[in-house]
């Protein structure tokens, strides 16, 4: 028979372990904390202004790596604070996994030069201790920037470049060089003013024993060779052509003698010329301004509502007309636009004789033209027997004794 054990013949290495279970350090919670709030140890050092080596340093609980022993507490409440940790706590934590010690002021441990050995050669495989590391950023120099391929082409090309320069200098000093050189041909211009250029010498006439034929071959000699000096002495004015102008001087003019009253003309005739000028010029009357635009002017036999507005949409006039009441149009570059109600009662006096109505009956009228030449050409003269009311106001005279309204000012 099989015995029972009492107790299991393998041990519990395999039971899953709980959170209780594993030891939680302080480094670890630090870096998780730094990782929360997305830190690297190069954002820690420039803001708390601490070495990222005593930020490892103090995740890793290695107070080695601090040069004065008396300034390990601060790092690590202050990296503690930064991190939202009680510092107390984290401090307390740091001492016992570094078995760190407070020391007084006076120890050896506090000074600047710990009592312990440090090393003398820094841990390649330390990333913070190595000053080459590759998440370090270093700055770069100013020639390793440059190439030398790219010095070599600038260089070539400064040589062209002046190579150039000094050949187009060249060329234009060339250019503007001048030389003289002395020549054996007189100039042109100087052979042809040259005045003894066709003077033949004369030959020496010899004696000889007949005197008659002497004075004849003298007298041939002198007749076929000119006289030098006679070109050499001639006046200036003679070489110079002289210009006479085809027309004279103005003061050279006599009215007397041309003209209308030039010679042959008596008095009378003189004088009728002179009044037949004045006739013709009293015929043509002289116009220094425009003929006057019509007179135009808006009324209304009974209550009428009118506006009138300009080409841009300028109210001129707005109002009710009462029976009688005129307003005069004014004279502008483009007529203006009639918008009226009750059109019958509306009429329009263009230069004294009415026109219209504006409509047969009590309608509205729009956009109509307050032009004189376009209103008597649209509208009749108006009949008094057609409207009884018209026959008050068509008399100019009452017109000009009625109250007539500005034609500038806009009435609401």
């Known amino acids: 028979m099989i015995g029972r054990r009492s107790k299991p013949s393998t041990t519990d290495i395999g039971k899953p372990k709980g959170f209780d279970d594993f030891e939680v350090r302080l480094g670890d919670v630090m870096r998780g904390e730094r990782a929360t709030i997305g830190k690297s140890l190069l954002d820690v050092q420039r803001e708390l ?15 080695s790596a601090f040069e004065t022993q008396g300034f390990v507490a601060g790092y690590v409440r202050s990296y503690a604070r930064y991190l939202g940790i009680d510092p107390d706590w984290a401090f307390r934590k740091f001492c016992e996994e570094a078995n760190f010690t407070v ?17 003398a050669v820094a841990d390649p495989s330390d990333p913070f201790a190595n000053p080459n590391a590759t998440f370090i950023p270093r700055s770069e120099s100013l020639f390793s920037r440059i190439e030398p391929g790219a010095v070599g ?9 002046g190579a150039i320069g000094y050949g187009g200098w060249s060329v234009l000093q060339e250019v503007q060089r001048v030389q003289l050189a002395p020549v054996d041909q ?12 066709g003077v033949r010498p004369v030959a020496p006439v010899m004696a000889s024993p007949d005197p008659a034929s002497d004075e004849a071959a003298a007298s041939q000699t002198a007749e076929a060779a000119p006289d030098p000096l006679d070109r050499l002495y001639r006046p200036e004015a003679l070489d110079v052509p002289v210009m006479t102008s085809r027309d004279g001087p103005i003061a050279a003019i006599d009215p007397r003698e041309t003209g209308s ?16 000028a004045l006739a013709e010029a009293d015929a043509t009357p002289v116009q220094v301004v425009a003929d006057a635009a019509p007179k135009l002017e808006l009324f209304a036999v009974r209550p009428s509502w009118v506006r009138v507005q300009s080409e841009d949409g300028t ?25 009226a109600g009750n059109s019958a009662a509306v009429y329009f006096a263009v230069n004294g004789k009415t026109y219209g109505p504006a409509a047969a009956d009590a309608t509205v009228v729009k ?9 008597t050409q649209k509208y009749a003269e108006a009949d008094p027997a057609a409207d009884a009311d018209l026959a008050k106001y068509a008399d100019v005279a009452e017109a000009d004794a009625a ?3 500005p034609g500038t000012a806009p009435q609401n």
């Not at 490892?56 to 609980?61: D, H, L, P």
């Not at 260089?155 to 062209?160: E, F, K, R, T």
């Not at 009253?261 to 037949?276: E, F, K, P, Q, S």
């Not at 956009?367 to 209103?375: C, G, K, Q, R, T």
């Open 49 to 63: 202004k601490i070495k990222a080596t005593y930020i490892a340093a103090i995740e890793n609980a290695d107070a």
């Open 103 to 119: 020391a007084h002021g006076m120890s050896a441990a506090a000074s600047s030069t710990p009592a312990t050995p440090r090393r």
């Open 153 to 161: 082409s600038v260089l070539v090309l400064a040589a062209l470049i």
């Open 186 to 197: 007189a100039p042109a211009v100087v052979a042809e003013i040259d005045p003894l250029a």
């Open 261 to 276: 009253l030039g010679t042959g003309r008596t008095a009378d005739d003189i004088a009728a010329a002179v009044n037949t």
């Open 315 to 339: 109210v001129l006039f707005e109002k009710i007309l009462d029976a009688g009441e005129r307003w005069v149009v004014p004279q502008l570059e483009s007529p203006p636009v009639l918008r």
């Open 367 to 375: 956009n109509l033209p307050l032009s004189a030449d376009l209103l």
């Open 403 to 405: 109250p007539a309204l």
